[in-house]
């Protein structure tokens, strides 16, 4: 079965304190691993997508990696503005464009 | 640099009624979805429209229907609310239908059924 497993469900960091979210995949024919940022009340933001093993991608304090079973998303230190839900999203081989979809990380960093 | 537009933002529906959530996107995308998100459960796929004239069953599809009205829109329909359909509805886009398009998601719409 199709399934993406996010850990921890919930990190409480301090401003500067490094940390890594994980997204773990078990999904057929993966075409592309996404990453999103959700703030309370919105909709999901698209931060990264990455498509095959040893991929690497970067928006300041933010780096997703990708290897064949999981990817992380590292945040070098964070400020209070990253607290969120991050998900993580994985879209399979087949016709059509459907992601599944994570339960999400909630981070909240602390002054 | 709207994006995709929902609406309404918030709606209390009764058992029985029925409604219909707007969507609309302004980036040229070919394809829209509509997906929930429920407490503990990843965002679930209802319907999809790959190119405007086509829609087709997602994951959790029963309790709803969808029109594609252009290439811009496409409404989600509850036509007899229950309470298990309280949730938060987003809409979203993609340029194109395959896999490992980039899906862009509305703002959400809050909608309690009592």
């Known amino acids: 079965e199709d399934q993406v497993t996010q850990s921890p469900e919930a990190l409480r960091l301090q401003e500067g304190e490094s940390s890594s979210l994980n997204c773990s995949y078990t999904v057929s024919g993966l075409r592309g691993l996404f990453w999103y940022r959700q703030d309370p009340g919105k909709g999901p933001e698209f931060l990264f997508t990455l498509y095959s093993a040893g991929e690497e991608k970067e928006k300041e304090r933010l780096k997703a990696t990708l290897t064949k079973k999981e990817s992380f998303l590292h945040i070098t230190a964070p400020k209070p503005e990253d607290s969120a839900t991050y998900l993580c999203a994985a879209s399979k081989g087949g016709a059509t464009n459907k992601l599944i979809f994570g339960t999400g990380t909630l981070l909240a960093v602390q002054p | ?114």
């Open chain 2, 1 to 114: 640099n709207a994006g995709v537009t929902q609406t309404p933002k918030f709606q209390v529906l009764k058992t029985g009624q029925s409604m219909t959530l707007q969507c609309a996107q302004d980036m040229n995308h070919n394809s829209m979805y509509w997906y929930r998100q429920d407490p503990g459960m990843g965002l679930r796929l209802i319907y999809y429209s790959a190119s405007e004239g086509t829609t087709d069953k997602g994951e959790v599809p029963n309790g709803y229907n969808v029109s594609r009205l252009n290439k811009r829109e496409f409404s989600l329909r509850l036509e007899s609310a229950a309470p298990s359909q309280t949730s938060v509805y987003f809409c979203a886009s993609s340029a194109l239908p395959g896999p490992g398009n980039t899906i862009y998601f509305g703002e959400g719409s809050w909608l309690t059924v009592v």
